[in-house]
């Protein structure tokens, strides 16, 4: 077997775990890079170099942090904030949750709001009718379609970041100017607020890892006053370096880390709570799912799935069908290449291929940029998938009915949309 075949095959083989998880989603993923190690098609120094990228140390010690926070008395005030609304109407909190994630992810990476909203989860409790088992998937959904939606903050690269991919591709009149891609993402966006505020109360609702957590270490009080502020205070450091991340670079992933080393130091956490959070199934099943995307890019497996998009779309000159193929083409792509990479990869492609068949290639490109992130239906999709997948404990294939037909009707809307902004064939 070629290295791109063994590639494609340990990948098939990590979904499949994934699927039936008879073992913890981190020991699936190390066990693939293993593979890739063993097997030559990687260098141990890329098989594992998920372990020491910066999103995963990033990622650990804001685990860490988070531990430190549901010390402190915060957790318990918002708990009987959430208690209030939910005395109230369910729908009521749920919509809260959902518009106050759209506004935070302004200013906010997805993956970190994700970590961060995770702080907050076991003041939910499984007692009522909202609980952290029914909220993180649509959460998930909603976080992904809406990072970087609007134009602002991050949001306001996009057409210019796509732009980039394609400069010596087409002329200058095809290519995106700022807003192009609001314009098509808007309305699949807010379907998915709609949809998560109606799928959640069809999930089941049980207990999680995260709730028996809390229940055990969290004591009100637990911690001096004095504690308790440097706390919050550290916290609030990281959040604005995170927001401010242009103006620290690096830095930025470091700093979480920094924070944790002085939680340990003053005693805030013990060496064992630290560990134990930074340590975590989630950090390893992170770490694991990076090697992998790694061996797709460097053996070519990545470049071989997407020549195959041109022979999906050759036999039709219907825009909305052409459109509608490259989006879950992309979809699918996504699923088992990170949201960047399946950019970089298709996006030139499609770009190429609507030039030389005398198509605008504005709306493709955007089907392509947009639909990379619906990344919410199986773990391997990208970080935060993955990290949101192992907080809920959710089995893919359980849950795939209620993410599949989501994902199916975003893209048709998607292609839709871009096919009414931006027609194939003017």
């Known amino acids: 077997m070629t290295p791109m075949q063994i590639t494609i095959a340990i990948t098939v083989l990590m979904a499949v775990l994934f699927m039936v998880p008879k073992m913890p989603f981190g020991l699936s993923a190390m066990l ?3 593979l890739l190690a063993v097997t030559g098609v990687s260098p141990i120094s890329e098989a594992f170099s998920g372990l020491s990228h910066s999103n995963v140390i990033m990622v650990a010690s804001m685990f860490g942090l988070s531990a430190a926070l549901q010390k402190t008395s915060l957790a318990f005030r918002v708990k009987d904030f959430i208690g209030v609304m939910a005395g109230k109407r369910d729908i009521v909190l749920m919509i809260t949750l959902s518009l106050l994630f759209v506004v935070m992810l302004l200013v906010l990476p997805g993956m970190v709001l994700m970590v961060m909203f995770s702080t907050f989860l076991g003041s939910l409790g499984d007692k009522s009718e909202v609980t952290p088992s029914r909220i993180i998937l649509p959460m998930l959904m ?40 609001f ?100 950090i390893w099943m992170l770490a694991g799912i990076m090697g992998i995307t790694a061996a797709l890019t460097s053996t070519g497996a990545a470049d071989a799935i997407g020549g195959a998009l041109y022979s999906l779309i050759s036999w039709t000159d ?3 069908l052409i459109m509608l193929i490259v989006c879950l083409f992309t979809a699918v792509m996504t699923t088992f290449l990170s949201n960047s990479g399946c950019r970089g990869v298709l996006i030139p492609l499609v770009a190429a291929m609507a030039v030389s068949a005398g198509m605008d290639p504005r709306g493709l490109i955007c089907c392509v940029s947009i639909a990379a992130g619906y990344a919410f239906c199986f773990p391997t999709g990208s970080t935060t998938c993955a990290f949101a997948f192992a907080l809920g404990e959710y089995n893919p294939a359980k849950v795939l009915k209620w993410t599949l037909p989501l994902l199916l009707v975003l893209c048709v809307i998607t292609a839709v949309c871009a096919e009414l902004v931006f027609p194939v064939f003017g």
């Open 318 to 320: 219907n825009g909305f």
């Open 32 to 34: 693939c890079c293993f």
């Open 142 to 181: 909603i976080n992904v379609c809406w990072e970087t939606c609007i134009p602002i903050g991050m949001g306001a690269t996009q057409d210019f970041q796509a732009n980039a991919y394609i400069e010596n591709i087409v002329s200058a009149e095809q290519m995106l100017v700022f807003g192009d891609m």
């Open 183 to 282: 314009k098509v993402r808007i309305l699949p966006a807010i379907l998915v607020i709609v949809y998560a505020c109606w799928v959640w109360k069809k999930l089941p609702k049980r207990s999680l890892t995260i709730n028996d957590d809390m229940s055990s270490k969290i004591k009100r009080g637990e911690l001096p006053k004095w504690k308790e502020w440097l706390v919050y205070a550290i916290f609030l450091c990281v959040v604005l370096v995170l927001i401010l991340n242009k103006y620290f670079g690096q830095l930025m992933f470091l700093i979480p880390g920094l924070g944790l080393v002085v939680l340990g130091l003053t005693k805030v956490l013990t060496p064992k709570e630290i560990t134990q959070n930074v340590c975590s199934d989630t």
